[in-house]
């Protein structure tokens, strides 16, 4: 089945700075990829998606890039605020819309 | 819109009791899923529905473990008997559709086996 790696595990950044989480997946036939903000005590919370025809997705200060060759996409947060900090998990999904997370990365700006 | 609406919030209960974790997807979503989070194993699929349908339960841990959708506004997850181990918090999310559609999950039930 899929898998997923999400890394790294834990980022720490000084406010206003750039934070870039990078995930793997193995399986070619995925098509979809979102990312999840999860702050503490609350539900994930879908901030930005790709499909599998587009490089690139950009909102706001978050985007993702996608290489399908290498099968791996980043998220990119740029000017980072202390709202940033979260637990940011990314997701893989093929067919069946049936996700399958990476691991999360713990996110921590620093004012 | 109320969202996936999940009941209790919190559990509490003794090893070897029943729990049923209660699931309510937003009006019109046709796709329900029931995720585990722990520490040690992050976000688990554990069922998921598609239409009232089980499409996949290969997730599902063990025989202890049930999910029902009895209609397209309900569904439960049952643990009988409970075991320690089973603390976690218990996420429903529904979609618009199978095919790639982006989550709205519910708040979470944070289950406590003692």
């Known amino acids: 089945g899929e898998n997923v790696e999400q890394h790294p595990s834990t980022l720490s950044v000084q406010e206003g700075d750039s934070a870039v989480i990078k995930c793997t997946y193995s399986d070619s036939a995925s098509n979809y990829f979102p990312w999840y903000k999860q702050e503490l005590g609350k539900r994930p919370q879908l901030i930005i998606d790709i499909r599998s025809n587009v490089g690139e997705k950009k909102d706001q200060r978050i985007a993702v890039t996608l290489n399908k060759t290498a099968k791996h996409f980043s998220l990119h947060i740029t000017e980072t605020q202390p709202e940033d900090s979260a637990v940011y998990f990314c997701?893989?999904?093929?067919?069946?819309?049936?996700?399958?997370f990476g691991a999360g990365t713990r996110l921590a700006v620093h004012p | 819109d109320a969202g996936v609406i999940q009941s209790p919030r919190h559990e509490v209960t003794e090893m070897g009791q029943e729990v049923t974790l209660r699931c309510k997807p937003i009006?019109?979503?046709?796709?329900l899923f029931w995720y585990r989070q722990t520490m040690m194993r992050g976000l688990e699929l554990l069922i998921y529905f598609n239409n009232n349908v089980p499409i996949d339960d290969s997730g599902m841990p063990e025989d202890r473990f049930s999910a029902k959708m009895p209609n397209a506004s309900f569904s439960t997850l049952k643990i009988q008997p409970s075991e320690p181990r089973d603390s976690a918090v218990y996420f429903c999310a529904s979609s618009w559709d199978l095919y790639n559609y982006g989550y709205t999950f519910g708040s979470g039930t944070r289950l406590t086996v003692v």
């Open positions: 997701a893989v999904s093929g067919g069946y819309n049936k996700l399958i």
């Open positions: 009006s019109g979503h046709n796709s």
